[in-house]
């Protein structure tokens, strides 16, 4: 029997306002709230909101039948604690149906697992916090920013704990092998990893309303039909898509609602498959061999690799802009909110992506979701941003370690103060001793 796992990533960056040179060391908000709000309203409109609902409705149909599973963003999170609480809530209806497993991610959907081993477990903990603490559930399964994976990050992945991790079954990889195989982690096989089925997942992600695709139009019983003509022995599908597919990147008008919905109940009706979480599939599948990744690989575009967040100069130079202050922000105590605050949000890989100057077919993508001009003035607001905050980070630092010297001498001073009092009671203790063997005159 065919395990179909559907797995939905939810995020939404906080973008950055117009942030000029001359702002630099004088004003310390960097976020557009009018765009931000704006997006959260419409995502959770069009998307989040109208797919939640038919998910429940779903549940309740199928009981444990329906099995899905997402990952979310810390940034996300915030948001829409920020502009729509409502989403958070039918979120967490669905959690107590007990058809979702949720996914561990990075708090700022951050490129950290690149850079900085310290800050990408710092972010990994952190999300699962926020995890456990809205929805009920500690992750055993991770996911990492754009399902970048190499053998390197899934044994660092493992140390953490994590019982699978999800990627892309880039061609590369794979080679003649299939993504309908479990495989383990090259360095640590107790890592599992389940590997996207990116022709399909993203038939449905990108080409679901193409008139131009020769498969257009595409059904619910047309998707079922290319997975019973897969082998026998692939014993899962894995359909990893965003979750803004449904209802965003391809509208209501164009049938997806109802596409998801037929193809649920497809699968749960077929007598060779079923629907699993990542946690069901790892507990019933058997491996079969180790994959062997050495260069990282992801799930953007043709070429499945790092180039969307660091293809040119510009993302090189502001990635270890960035990275550079990560020891210093390490200074920063809890009474820093703020600034820890913005380095979480100026990690967010979307950042670099603005920057992105491909121009092959999948250019498209990066400057559809864009929202400056063009990709140096994305650079240039980006780095305007970074330059006030790591002066702010400088400023705090420096009035980090006063307040240590200052608390270092007056501990000194009190060290002493005591020592003088406790000297000045041992001379009064001399002396009264010295009194009372006095020998009396005749």
């Not at 608390?407 to 002493?416: A, D, I, S, V």
């Amino acid at each position: 029997m065919k395990s179909v796992c559907l797995y939905f990533q939810v995020h939404q960056p906080f973008r950055h306002r117009r942030y000029r040179f001359f702002e630099i060391g004088a004003d310390h908000y960097y976020y557009d709230d009018f765009s931000n709000e704006a997006v959260l309203d419409k995502m959770a409109t069009k998307c989040y909101l109208p797919a939640n609902q038919l998910l429940l409705k779903l549940a309740k149909k199928l009981g444990n039948q329906l099995r899905v599973s997402f990952s979310f963003s810390g940034i996300v999170l915030d948001q829409l604690e920020l502009y729509a609480p409502e989403v958070i809530k039918s979120f967490q209806k669905l959690a107590k149906t007990g058809c979702v497993e949720f996914i561990a991610e990075t708090y700022s959907h951050s490129l950290a697992s690149l850079a900085n081993p310290h800050v990408f477990k710092e972010q990994v903990i952190r999300n699962d916090e926020k995890i456990l603490a809205l929805f009920g559930q500690k992750p055993r399964v991770f996911r990492n920013t754009e399902m970048i994976y190499s053998d390197q990050i899934g044994a660092r992945v493992a140390e953490m704990g994590y019982e699978a991790i999800l990627t892309e079954g880039a061609r590369q990889v794979l080679g003649w092998k299939s993504p309908g195989f479990l495989y383990v982690n090259m360095i640590n096989p107790r890592l599992k990893v389940l590997m996207r089925n990116f022709k399909l997942s993203d038939d449905i992600s990108f080409r679901f309303s193409n008139q131009n695709w020769p498969e257009y139009p595409l059904s619910a019983e047309k998707l079922i039909s290319w997975i019973e003509q897969m082998p026998q022995q692939e014993e899962m599908v894995n359909l990893f898509m965003s979750y803004e597919t449904f209802g965003e990147r391809q509208n209501k008008e164009s049938g997806i609602f109802s596409f998801l919905e037929n193809l649920i109940e497809n699968v749960t009706a077929h007598p060779d498959m079923k629907l699993a979480t990542p946690s069901e599939i790892i507990a019933e599948i058997q491996p079969v061999s180790a994959v062997s990744v050495p260069s990282p690989v992801s799930w953007a575009d043709e070429e499945r690799d790092l180039t969307a967040w660091q293809g040119n100069e510009m993302q090189l130079e502001a990635f270890n802009k960035l990275y550079q202050l990560a020891d210093s922000v390490k200074l920063c105590t809890d009474a820093d909110a703020l600034i820890l605050k913005d380095w979480n949000y100026l990690q967010s890989s979307d950042h670099f992506f603005y920057m992105s100057t491909k121009h092959a077919s999948d250019g498209e993508v990066h400057r559809h979701y864009n929202p400056f001009g063009s990709p140096y003035d994305a650079f240039i607001n980006y780095m305007n941003v970074l330059s006030d905050f790591s002066l702010r980070l400088n400023k705090q630092n420096d009035n980090q370690l006063l307040n240590n010297k200052i608390m270092m001498l007056e501990t000194r001073l009190e060290e002493k103060d005591l020592k003088i009092r406790e000297l000045e009671a041992s001379i009064l203790s001399f002396k009264q001793s010295l009194k009372q063997k006095r020998i009396p005159e005749f």
